[in-house]
């Protein structure tokens, strides 16, 4: 069992910035690999971003290449997504994931383990 908390999340203007932090417990961190998806009323949850559990790789959608950074510190069993030049596309709940196994990837089918979400709200 894994417990996942996010925080972080508010209204900021368009162009702003916002870190999300993820705090985890109940599983060896380290070899868990962690992803952000996103998801807006009336639509399927979407993939943001994921982190092996060394940290040693990332990936990101398109939408959030070189505004977004996903990032881990395995001491403090936190996830972090740091989001820059935001837009008000990006308005959505906010949810990071445990992958269920070695597999990372980008399906939401693969993470087992959800955060209760933290609301992005970006104003134009």
Known sequence: QVQLVESGGGLVQ?????????????????TTHMGWFRQTP????????YITGSGATTYYTD???????ISRDNAMNTVYL??????PEDTAVYYCAAAKG?????????YEYWGQ???????S
């Open 14 to 30: 368009a162009g702003g910035s916002l870190r999300l932090s993820c705090a985890a417990s109940g599983r060896t961190f380290s």
């Open 42 to 49: 009336g639509k399927e949850r979407e993939f943001v971003a």
């Open 63 to 69: 939408s959030v290449k070189g505004r977004f950074t």
């Open 82 to 87: 740091q989001m820059n030049s935001l837009k």
């Open 102 to 110: 070695r597999v990372v990837t980008t399906a939401v089918a693969f």
């Open 117 to 123: 979400g933290t609301q992005v709200t970006v104003s």
